[in-house]
């Protein structure tokens, strides 16, 4: 079946412009979590959702960082007034369920470049 | 907070020689623990799991056990192949009810012939 999708996959965006990006999980899958990837790094943690209700926002680096899932299965990242510091790899991962134990299955990743 | 401590890289090896690639976790909680595999051009997978104490995971002829005694999952590969040439990550995920993964720096390796 088809994995996790993302678009675009390369974005360059001119400083203070506004971006968002999109994540088509798996079918079925509960449990959704964004991370950014730096240059030569692990993948962090940004944020989580259970269905449509983001349990956990604890990783997203600033409020210009917002993420939704209104109907519970595709998500959206948008960045606002984007910063130098935000240029990364974006990545997405989904689950059956949010505990521990489940395989998280990742997109591709949409590579960001501010300018 | 939780970390995970992974061993740098770059790690370069010959074909067919032993691989270890150590990982050590915070000791809160009771983690379950992943490897993750980044090939050059692809994204993130599993490699293999454990999600209890002295728990083994293989995959590809890779193996990790989850030792609780010294928080430790490290890497293990008999015989590496070129093809194994990736970017390895240990991630343990501490879940309660979210089980959001915490990566290594990640270890690159690469195999030659």
């Known amino acids: 079946g088809a994995g996790v999708s993302q678009s675009p996959r390369y974005k360059v965006a001119k400083r203070g412009q506004d971006v968002a990006l999109r994540c088509d999980p798996i079918s079925g899958h509960v449990s959704l979590f964004w991370y950014q990837q730096a240059l030569g790094q692990g993948p962090e943690f940004l944020t989580y959702?259970?269905?449509?209700?983001?349990?956990?926002k604890s990783g997203l680096p600033s409020d210009r960082f917002f993420a939704e899932r209104p109907e519970g299965s595709v998500s959206t990242l948008k960045i606002q007034r984007t910063q130098q510091e935000d240029s990364a790899v974006y990545l997405c991962?989904?689950?059956?369920?949010?505990?521990?134990?489940?395989?998280?299955?990742f997109g591709p990743g949409t590579r960001l470049t501010v300018t | 907070g939780n970390s995970v401590t992974q061993m740098e890289g770059p790690v370069t090896l010959s074909e067919e020689a032993f691989l270890t690639i150590n990982c050590t976790y915070t000791?809160?909680?009771?983690?379950?623990l992943f490897w993750y595999v980044q090939y050059p051009g692809e994204g993130l997978q599993l490699l293999l799991k454990?999600?209890?104490?002295?728990d083994k995971g293989s995959n590809k002829g890779f193996e990790a056990t989850y030792r609780k005694e010294t928080t430790s999952f490290h890497l293990e590969k008999g015989s590496v192949q070129v093809s194994d040439s990736a970017v390895y990550f240990c991630?343990?995920?501490?879940?309660?009810?979210?089980?959001?993964?915490?990566f290594g720096k990640g270890t690159k390796l690469s195999v030659k012939p």
């Open positions: 991962a989904s689950s059956l369920a949010g505990q521990a134990y489940y395989e998280q299955y």
């Open positions: 959702f259970q269905n449509e209700a983001q349990l956990d």
């Open positions: 000791a809160t909680g009771y983690p379950s």
């Open positions: 454990a999600t209890k104490a002295d």
């Open positions: 991630a343990p995920s501490y879940g309660g009810s979210q089980g959001n993964l915490i």
